[in-house]
């Protein structure tokens, strides 16, 4: 089992910064690929970007590329989310996801333990 904690949302004006986290614990977080997903109101939950476990070239949507950052710190189980230049239409809650798998994946099926979520509001 693997309990996953996110942290790091608040309200931003467009074009500034957010860091969100998300703590996990539980088995050997360093095998799992970690995912970062995101649900604005009245839309369906999307994919925004992913991490191996070896740390190797991770994953974007095109809609945050350049933009967003996924990192992990396997020592300390957490995996991170720069978000700079942010938009009003990254206004969502983030959620974070754990994978048993081997290779980063867009795929919300293939992950396995979500958390909770977080919520990033972005004003114009």
């Known amino acids: 089992q693997v309990h996953l904690v996110e942290s790091g949302g608040g309200l931003v004006q467009a074009g500034g910064s957010l860091r969100l986290s998300c703590a996990a614990s539980?088995?050997?977080?360093?095998?799992?690929?970690m995912g970062w997903f995101r649900q604005a109101p009245g839309k369906e939950r999307e994919f925004v970007a992913a991490?191996?476990?070896?740390?190797?070239?991770?994953i974007y949507a095109g809609s945050v590329k350049g933009r967003f950052t996924i990192s992990r710190d396997n020592a300390e189980n957490t995996v991170y989310l720069q978000l700079n230049s942010l938009k009003t239409e990254d206004t969502a809650v983030y959620y974070c996801a754990a994978d048993l798998g081997r290779t980063a994946t867009p795929y919300m099926d293939k992950y396995d333990y979500w958390g909770k979520g977080t919520q990033v509001t972005v004003s114009s």
């Open positions: 539980g088995r050997i977080f360093s095998s799992y690929v």
């Open positions: 991490s191996s476990w070896s740390g190797g070239r991770p």
